[in-house]
């Protein structure tokens, strides 16, 4: 069944303008910390002054990658993709309507809660004098997103056993034909698989926010007490902003301009919080060490030297 929907050309292309550079951006920003993550890696087997700022690269080759992950997830809900790089199509309506519930599990049960138990755990050991071992930090993500994950797939394929509720619970796609004659698939956001997120973002920003205090205790820097406070604005306010469009979302018109706002918005949200993460955690306390040895000329050495002689924030011990 198709739903007739006036499409808004204008907004739809600026809105996949925007989609697709924010994507590119965290992309390239997430490649170059990685590179800057393995280049801190081995110049510190032969700078062993250096070894304390890469003792936690691998959380931080997590968090990035799980971050590049979630950006490339982000792209099979893009319909801009599907019209314009895949014309004509090879996918089938059914199989267009596969990609966007894929997309909603892998994003809502896998990615993102990756990277923000990647951030929380990075948070948590980066005050602390003992680092633990890479297979503690693997088991411990997963053993944290194989259970989301999971809930994410029953509530995309639960409908059959909850028959009375309606639809907008567990539908992830909408077939419509809009204005010009085009049939396609647009991605939603089920009610339920909402509900859960939810769930999950409250429990995590309640230990984030425990976290963050704990640090910021402990920290007497001022430069480093803005970094916390800069990282908590960061994380505290997208997330739960992001659980409120997503119930919006579940209740609006798709392919009406406010619902393509709320996507948008929805987007943004968890993309803030990746950028603003892999900033703060990942780029600038590795900037910091290898300014301070006076190997990256895009940064004054002598500040950074002050701060690494004061601090472990993110850095290790």
């Known amino acids: 069944m198709f739903v007739a929907i006036p ?37 510190s087997q032969t700078a062993p002054y250096l070894h304390g700022f890469s003792s936690l690269w691998t959380v931080k080759l997590i968090l990035v990658s799980s971050i590049a992950l979630w950006s490339l997830a982000e792209l099979l809900q893009a319909p801009f993709l599907r019209r314009r790089y895949l014309y004509p199509s090879p996918l089938s309506l059914n199989q267009q309507a596969g990609l966007c519930r894929l997309h909603s599990i892998l994003s809502l049960g ?14 948590n ?12 930090i693997v088991t411990f993500v997963l053993g944290t ?8 797939s029953f509530t995309h394929f639960s409908s059959p056993i909850y028959p009375h509720l309606p639809d907008y619970f567990f539908q992830s ?16 956001n089920p009610l339920l698989g909402t509900i859960v997120f939810g769930a999950f973002t409250i429990l995590y920003c309640l230990c984030f926010l425990l976290s963050c205090w704990k640090v910021i205790s402990l920290v007497i820097n001022k430069g480093l007490r803005a970094r916390i406070y800069g990282l908590a604005v960061g994380v505290l306010i997208p997330l739960p902003v992001q659980v ?44 910091d060490a290898l300014s301070a040895v006076g190997d990256c000329c ?7 030297v002050k ?11």
């Open 7 to 43: 499409r808004f050309p204008l907004l739809d292309s600026a809105l996949d303008i925007a989609t697709l550079s924010l994507i590119l951006a965290l992309l390239l920003f997430s490649f170059l910390s990685f590179f800057f993550i393995l280049h801190l890696r081995l110049k």
């Open 145 to 152: 997103c194989l259970p989301l994950v999971s809930l994410q």
């Open 307 to 317: 701060e690494t002689e004061t601090t472990t924030f993110a850095g290790g011990p």
């Open 125 to 136: 050991v980066s005050i602390k004098q003992q680092n633990p071992r890479s297979v503690w």
């Open 244 to 287: 409120v469009l997503l119930v919006m979302s579940a209740f609006s018109e798709p392919g009406k301009p406010a619902f393509g706002g709320i996507k948008f918005g929805i987007f943004v949200a968890p993309l803030l919080c990746a950028a603003v993460s892999e900033s703060i955690l990942v780029f600038r306390p590795i900037a």
């Open 173 to 188: 796609s909408v077939h419509f034909r809009d204005g010009f004659g085009n049939e396609t698939v647009l991605c939603t």
């Open 298 to 304: 895009l940064w004054d050495p002598l500040p950074a």
């Open 110 to 123: 896998l990615f993102q809660p990756a990277f923000l138990v990647t951030l929380l755990f990075l948070v």
